[in-house]
């Protein structure tokens, strides 16, 4: 994920992994998209669909242990 991308999802709200593991995919990255938007005033860098999926699916996984 990267320490940018941590950045961004506290920015968002999301302070745990736990909290990450509830959420849908595509409301986060819709949440990422309006804050990236704010904050940079471009879409063009924020993380896609794609990757914000496979965050929530390790997040799940770390959740199980």
Known sequence: MGTKN????????????????QMTAE????????LHVAMLGRNSLCPTVAE?????FQ???????
Do not use: F, K, P
Request: charged fraction near 20%; include cysteine; glycine fraction near 8%.
């Open 6 to 21: 941590c950045g961004l999802l506290l920015h968002a709200g999301v302070g745990s992994t736990e909290q990450l593991a």
């Open 27 to 34: 409301r986060l990255h819709r949440q990422l998209l309006r």
């Open 52 to 56: 914000v999926t496979q965050w929530i």
């Open 59 to 65: 997040a799940r996984r770390l959740a199980r242990r």
